[in-house]
């Protein structure tokens, strides 16, 4: 009995670990529009360029991060992401999808992270969080229109 657990244990492991790439696999195009959309959302704020914020978010932005008190709109967006440009700096991120569903003009996106970042006095820290995502598709694009998540809690 012994010898076969571990065959088991690493085709279980393979199965973990290759989940999320094979639920994308079989995404429709739309869906995987929209997780282009996520990924490159999360590489421009990689980069500092807040952009996005312009281009990829609705006017009537509502977001609630976990850190927060409460939801916040795009002008707090605005505002906070100028800040946070300027006290870490991402070195590393992968993202985990998890799911997309459309409905209509609407699609809610749940994933989870991992970040390797710096802060300004160049402390190293890694995290893990999650996000669920609502996009709203106005004059043919996808655009952010409320999220809530963040990085899970320090243990």
């Known amino acids: 009995m012994p010898v076969l657990r571990l065959p088991l244990a690493l085709a279980c492991l393979a199965l973990v670990a290759f989940a999320p790439a094979a639920s994308a696999q079989t995404w429709s195009k739309e869906q995987q529009e929209i997780w282009k959309l996520?990924?490159?959302q999360w590489k421009l704020s990689a980069a500092k360029d807040s952009s996005w914020i312009e281009t990829m978010v609705h006017p009537n932005l509502?977001?609630?991060?976990?850190?927060?008190?409460?939801?916040q709109s795009k002008a707090s967006l605005l505002l906070w992401d100028r800040y946070n440009n300027t006290s870490s700096t991402v070195l590393?991120?992968?993202?985990?999808?998890?799911?997309?569903?459309?409905?209509?003009?609407?699609?809610?996106?749940?994933?989870r992270y991992s970040i390797a970042r710096e802060n300004y006095k160049k402390d190293h820290e890694m995290v893990t969080g999650r996000?669920?995502?609502?996009?709203?598709k106005e004059g043919g694009r996808w655009l952010f229109i409320a999220w809530a998540g963040g990085d899970d809690p320090k243990k």
């Open 38 to 40: 996520e990924e490159q």
């Open 62 to 71: 509502n977001y609630w991060n976990n850190a927060w008190p409460a939801p």
């Open 92 to 111: 590393q991120q992968e993202l985990f999808p998890i799911s997309i569903t459309i409905t209509g003009s609407f699609a809610v996106v749940q994933y």
């Open 131 to 136: 996000y669920t995502d609502v996009l709203v």
